[in-house]
């Protein structure tokens, strides 16, 4: 039993870290229906600049923290204008390819600059997040990665609910034509969503770093394990890529834990070919209505 | 026999006019210079290293050309071609390790088998669209990946297989030359097939799905069927590329079939052009060689950076570039190289009074 709940911490814990990357894909795919394949590579570039400036220039951790957040928004903002941009109105796949494209560019980038090894982070968290009940001993990090997500999700909450710009951005999600008849600055609020998701991702890359330290090629992995999560939970519903990531999360543990590890990394796709079959538009998705 | 020029306007007056290949005599003249080029002018010009890169251009052309069919001409996504390859190239080798069946039965087989797995893998399509279909063929590309790795008893596991030498009728083939004709051979048996298979009633139907498949059904079109043909069809190809690559390079790990795989396939449709059988020929081309040159400049500068004595590696560049010409392409000129050759193609029409 207590291996059990350990596992179930443990995966709970990443399958946080599944939602909150999931989270920004799903907040591009509302705004503007990108797939986007570079979200791996996204994760990695916010860890590397962290690790950047906490390891390599040695300053404190909250400048490192305030930077990486600041180069993400930027290079969201920026991969936004330059690429995805002069895609608009083209086909599904070619947007979908653009993303695959420059996920390569990325990813090649950081392996040259980096190259394939992997880096630990400075233990910087203190060790009264750290909590013990009973038998079960629950590591800082996990504890880190708990509060983030619910920090995460409220700041969000809030955010979508009084802002402007979120309110902005759900009415692009919602109704993209009578948004723009409204008045809305739609290129802005696909700018934004791209800044904020790239944002996101940074903060799931530096968590995940101090987890499990990082690696170029285990984060890109990572960003394709967003797709069973974003399916699971339905593309458009923020909802449920939360429950998608945790209900990811906690079956991958589960099932290395007491089967075997390399079932680990097909099994997300399993379950996902599985839920298709019963429900073609995820849990929470929206069915589309056709009309000729 | 009389060669007919190209009229100057539109005097199209019955269906089937529409629908020929060759639209004037000179089609088919080019088409037969080509051929003889293909057959006996190129493998004697070029030598052994051009010709392991050529049978690489043909294979691959093979397995865009099906999967042109698929996502250019039907409209289903499939991220799952590089596993769907491997496939291919798995029942190929098994069969000719394990019951020594001779090279042609088992070739054919490979795309057979394939072609059954593609159906499995389409069937979501009856109820799935757009991105939910794209990404549930993405989870059959990982669910094939692991079962070549992990169903170590069939597939040889990490290790792989190695295939016996392949002989056509007591016929051996064992050097590139020789593969090279087998391959141009199905290379050009397939870009047939394929040019005949879009212009009739499937090729339209096909089509007509991928435009609007509601209105498709209205119309009578019975959309699951030909969705179900075209995975198939496609899958087909991209099997028979599969075993014929096994055969050609003679062992095979799990190793080449990954996602990445699956990415070089559409690349090379996209940047060919979406729709356009001539357009994967071309970006296979264009796809392979350029892999090949950028592996050999990587290789090329890492020597010399060896001689410098840094310890810097370039080969992640390869990637980098790999991923930059993809967003240039589909930025600068996303209906692809199909495109420019008939605007170049035209402007030597128009001349000299092109715009």
């Not at chain 1, 394949?37 to 040695?58: D, M, Q, R």
């Not at chain 1, 002069?86 to 600059?113: D, Q, S």
């Not at chain 2, 030359?177 to 397939?190: G, T």
């Amino acid at each position: 039993m207590d291996f059990f709940l350990q596992l179930l911490i443990q995966g709970l814990s990443i399958g946080c870290l599944y939602a909150t990357a999931a989270l920004g894909f799903v907040m591009i795919f509302k705004s503007s229906s990108v797939l986007n394949f570079a979200h791996g590579e996204l994760l990695a570039i916010g860890a590397y600049i962290f690790l950047v400036i906490s390891v390599w220039l040695k300053l404190p951790i909250v400048v490192a923290f305030i930077v990486t957040f600041a180069g993400s928004f930027a290079l969201g903002f920026v991969i936004e204008r330059l690429f995805l941009r002069p895609m608009i109105g083209e086909a599904l796949i070619e947007v979908i390819m653009l993303t695959v494209g420059l996920a390569a560019m990325f990813k090649g980038l950081l392996l040259f600059i980096f190259s394939g090894n992997t880096y630990v982070y400075p233990n910087f968290l203190p060790n009264w997040l750290g909590l013990r009940i009973g038998n079960l001993t629950i590591a800082p990090v996990y504890t880190a990665t708990f509060a983030m997500t619910l920090v995460l999700l409220v700041v969000f909450g809030l955010f979508f609910k009084y802002s402007s710009q979120g309110i902005y951005m759900r009415s692009v999600a919602d109704n993209q034509t009578a948004a723009l008849s409204l008045g809305v600055n739609v290129m802005r609020v696909f700018a934004l969503s791209w800044a904020i998701a790239s944002l996101v991702c940074a903060m799931s890359g530096i968590v995940l770093g101090i987890l499990n330290g990082i690696n170029v090629h285990d984060l890109s992995k990572l960003g394709l394990k967003v797709f069973p999560v974003v399916i699971l939970g339905g593309l458009e519903s923020i909802g449920g890529a939360i429950i998608g990531g945790l209900v990811i999360g906690v079956i991958e543990t589960l099932v290395s834990g007491y089967f075997s590890t390399s079932l680990r990394d097909v099994v997300a796709y399993v379950v996902l070919v599985l839920i298709l079959m019963v429900r073609p538009y995820g849990l929470f998705g929206l069915v589309e209505i056709e009309r000729v | 026999m009389r060669l007919r020029l190209r009229p100057c306007g539109n005097y199209k007056e019955r269906y089937e006019e529409e629908l020929t290949i060759f639209e004037t005599d000179f089609g088919r003249l080019w088409s037969l210079i080509g051929i003889v080029l293909l057959f006996f002018v190129i493998p004697f010009v070029f030598g052994q290293y051009g010709l392991y890169v050529l049978n690489h251009v043909g294979i691959y052309a093979i397995g865009a050309v099906g999967l042109n069919i698929l996502i250019g001409f039907t409209g289903q996504i499939s991220l799952g071609h590089g596993a769907f390859f491997g496939v291919g190239a798995y029942t190929a080798a098994i069969l000719m390790t394990r019951l020594h069946v001779p090279f042609l039965p088992s070739i054919f087989a490979g795309g057979v088998v394939t072609a059954a797995v593609g159906l499995i893998f389409g069937i979501p399509s009856s109820r799935l669209k757009h991105l939910y279909l794209t990404i549930s063929t993405l989870a059959g590309q990982f669910i094939l990946e692991y079962i070549f790795v992990h169903w170590s008893s069939l597939t040889g596991g990490t290790e792989g297989i190695i295939l016996p030498k392949s002989s056509i009728f007591g016929f051996v083939l064992n050097t590139d030359r020789k593969f090279y004709y087998v391959i141009f051979i199905f290379f050009l048996l397939s870009i047939w097939v394929a040019k005949n298979i879009v212009r009739t009633r499937y090729g339209r139907a096909f089509v007509a799905i991928r435009d609007n498949d509601q209105a498709a059904e209205g119309m009578g079109i019975a959309v699951f069927r030909y969705k179900l043909l075209s995975f198939a069809i496609s899958s087909f190809y991209a099997g028979f590329a599969g075993a014929l690559w096994a055969a050609y390079l003679g062992s095979i790990t799990p190793e080449p079939f990954t996602f990445g795989l699956s990415i070089d396939f559409i690349a090379m449709i996209i940047i060919g052009g979406l729709g356009s059988i001539t357009g994967s020929v071309l970006g296979a081309t264009f796809i392979t060689l350029l892999n090949e040159l950028l592996s050999q400049l990587a290789a090329y500068f890492m020597n010399i950076k060896a001689l410098a004595g840094g310890a810097l590696t370039v080969a992640p560049l390869r990637e980098f570039f790999f991923g930059l010409v993809i967003v240039l392409f589909l930025i600068f000129e996303p209906r692809g190289l199909a495109e420019v050759w008939r605007i170049v193609k035209s402007s030597f029409k128009l001349w000299p009074f092109s715009y």
